[in-house]
Nanobody, 121 residues
Framework: QVHLMESGGGLVQPGGSLRLSCAAS????????MGWYRQAPGKRRELVAI???????TYGDAVKGRITISRDNAERAVYLQMNSLKPEDTAVYYC???????????????WGQGTQVTVSS
């Protein structure tokens, strides 16, 4: 069983910053891609950022230039540094990971429970 635990969400004023963290635990052989999606009320879930095992990154168009994703492979963790936050960044942010649980296993996708980010004055 693989578990993803997010932290770092909260209320921030427009223009402010937040850092989200996500740690993976459980039976893990290797974590390939890690990343973040978000879902605002009444909207579809959208990509925020993805980072591969070798630290290649992909960002959603809505956050490019304001958000940086990073990971610590030894800690099995992924981070999201969010700057210049806007009210439209308000959403539940979900951690995702593509995990291989054993050397003979296929890759499986896992989601965290989500952490609320609210940008408001």
């Amino acid at each position: 069983q693989v578990h993803l635990m997010e932290s770092g969400g909260g209320l921030v004023q427009p223009g402010g910053s937040l850092r989200l963290s996500c740690a993976a635990s459980g039976s893990i052989f290797r974590i390939n891609d890690m990343g973040w999606y978000r879902q605002a009320p009444g909207k579809r879930r959208e990509l925020v950022a993805i980072i591969t095992l070798d630290h290649s990154t992909t960002y959603g168009d809505a956050v490019k230039g304001r958000i940086t994703i990073s990971r610590d492979n030894a800690e099995r963790a992924v981070y999201l540094q969010m700057n210049s936050l806007k009210p439209e960044d308000t959403a539940v942010y979900y951690c995702v990971a593509k995990v291989i649980v054993a050397v003979t296993a296929d890759e499986s996708g896992y989601w965290g429970q989500g952490t609320q980010v609210t940008v408001s004055s």
